[in-house]
T-cell receptor, first 115, second 108 residues
Framework: NAGVMQNPRHLVRRRGQEARLRCSPM?????VYWYRQLPEEGLKFMVY????????ESGMPKERFSAEFPKEGPSILRIQQVVRGDSAAYFC?????????????FGEGSRLTVL | RKEVEQDPGPFNVPEGATVAFNCTYS??????FFWYRQDCRKEPKLLMS???SGNEDGRFTAQLNRASQYISLLIRDSKLSDSATYLC?????????FGAGTRLTVKP
C-alpha cells in the first residue's frame, strides 16, 4: 500500500515562473493537508482540502497561491510568479475520512528553490 | 498569539537523561492532541496521542491538561536515536495545527 506520494521531490524555478506541486494521498484517504516548512522552522499550515472542496485555506497567502483536490487525480498546490521567499519544503499529508485519531501520513515533501 | 506554542530549544542532553517538553494551545475547542517527531530533512511521523489521563509508550509519557490548555512529553533514559524535533499537534474537526517544534540533541 503506497504511502503519500509527492512530486517533484525537488523543483528549481526562476523568479516569476510557476511552480506546481502534486500530492497523491494514501489509498482511501480523502483529507489532504498542505504545510510549508522554511529552513530551521516549524510546519506552517497552509490549506486543508477534501475531495473537490477547500475546507480551510486560512494559512494560504492571499495572492499567487492556490490549491485544489479534484475528484480524480492528485491534489495540486500551485504557486504563480514565484519569489525567493517561496523557497521552502512543502509537505502534503493525508488522513482517513472518519479518522480523528490524529494520524496524518506525510509525504517526503517537495523542496522548492527559487533562483 | 500562535495557535500552538512550544519552546524551540534546543535541548542538549546526555544519554540516559530525562527531558520534558511543554506545549500550550490557544483554542479551547480543540478536540485531540498528539506529539509528532521529525528527523532532519525528513517528514514528520506520529509519535503518540495525548490523553487527559496520561499515556505511556515505553520511555515516552504524554500528558494533557485541558483546563490549562497545556500538553507535555517526557522522555526517560534518552537515547542517541531520540535526537530529533518534537512537534506538538492540536486537532479540531480534522484541522491539524502544528507547533514550531522543540529540537532535542542527545549526546554520548
Amino acid at each position: 500500500n503506497a504511502g503519500v506520494m509527492q512530486n517533484p521531490r525537488h523543483l528549481v524555478r526562476r523568479r516569476g515562473q510557476e511552480a506546481r506541486l502534486r500530492c497523491s494521498p494514501m489509498k482511501g484517504h480523502s483529507h489532504v493537508y498542505w504545510y510549508r516548512q522554511l529552513p530551521e522552522e516549524g510546519l506552517k499550515f497552509m490549506v486543508y482540502l477534501q475531495k473537490e472542496n477547500i475546507i480551510d485555506e486560512s494559512g494560504m497567502p492571499k495572492e499567487r497561491f492556490s490549491a485544489e483536490f479534484p475528484k480524480e487525480g492528485p491534489s495540486i498546490l500551485r504557486i504563480q510568479q514565484v519569489v525567493r521567499g517561496d523557497s521552502a519544503a512543502y509537505f502534503c499529508a493525508s488522513s482517513l475520512r472518519t479518522a480523528n485519531t490524529g494520524e496524518l501520513f506525510f509525504g517526503e515533501g517537495s523542496r522548492l528553490t527559487v533562483l | 498569539r500562535k495557535e500552538v506554542e512550544q519552546d524551540p530549544g534546543p535541548f542538549n542532553v546526555p544519554e540516559g537523561a530525562t527531558v520534558a517538553f511543554n506545549c500550550t494551545y490557544s483554542n479551547s475547542a480543540s478536540q485531540s492532541f498528539f506529539w509528532y517527531r521529525q528527523d532532519c530533512r525528513k517528514e514528520p511521523k506520529l509519535l503518540m496521542s495525548v490523553y487527559s489521563s496520561g499515556n505511556e509508550d515505553g520511555r515516552f509519557t504524554a500528558q494533557l491538561n485541558r483546563a490549562s490548555q497545556y500538553i507535555s512529553l517526557l522522555i526517560r533514559d534518552s537515547k542517541l536515536s531520540d535526537s530529533a524535533t518534537y512537534l506538538c499537534v492540536v486537532n479540531r474537526n480534522n484541522d491539524m495545527r502544528f507547533g514550531a517544534g522543540t529540537r532535542l540533541t542527545v549526546k554520548p
